[in-house]
């Protein structure tokens, strides 16, 4: 699956997304509502119509809409219907069992925890962030893996600059891991520390404070596992653990 909330993409007139033939007997599709603009498209399997989705209404993510297909790789386009508004789509699932695991990539490239925690990108006056944990609510994932630091660390706001005060760091990740359990109340978490850029040695401090930061803000919260990568990607044949012992 791909989206959920944070990456969702708008589909004018005629604009098709397509997702390239996977194995399956069901086909679920999600998307969401907006007032601002929402329009329709076609969903299309193996080039037929078979249904549709209306982005119109009021705010709302992890619609979805599914079909049961013949066993076999299946193609998916979504084209866009309306040509004053547009399609929101969140994402594809594929399936080939009831049960099994099931992927859901809900991350956003360059983003940094502020902006999971409290919204950043919107669309009309919807914040992305309740898009998004609107999706998580809508899947009810058994697990979820975070995975951020690095732009926080580099100060990516617009471009590089002073990190994200690590303080504000754990703070967000509080909320992140909040909102995920009101979202999903079952779910366990395991949060993935980035490591800094190799181009930051010089500035180990970051790195070490915003480790402390996250240990204290979520370390201690039942079901919620910290790993550390910078054991995989910086290794220390003489000290294999940090000054905080990870």
Known sequence: AYGLGMKAVRLGIN???TYPAQQATKITVFYSRTMFFGGTADVLIDGAVVGSI?????????RTVAYTVAAGAHTVQIKGTSGSASAVVEGVLFETASSGVKLFDGAHGGYRADLFAQGGADIGSYDADDRHYEAVAAVNPHLVVIGLGANDMAGVSGGFGVPVNATAFGSYLLTIVT????????????FVMSTRRLE???NP????DHEEA???AIGSLP?????YESSLWLPNATSPQDELGW
């Not at 209306?54 to 992890?62: C, I, K, R, V």
Request: some cysteine.
């Open 15 to 17: 604009d098709t997304l």
């Open 54 to 62: 209306n982005s119109a209404g009021a705010e709302e993510s992890g």
């Open 179 to 190: 909102r995920l359990r009101a979202a999903a109340p079952g779910c366990a978490i395991v």
């Open 200 to 202: 930051d040695t010089a």
């Open 205 to 208: 401090e970051v790195l070490t």
């Open 214 to 216: 996250a240990r204290e």
């Open 223 to 227: 079901g919620v596992t910290i790993l």
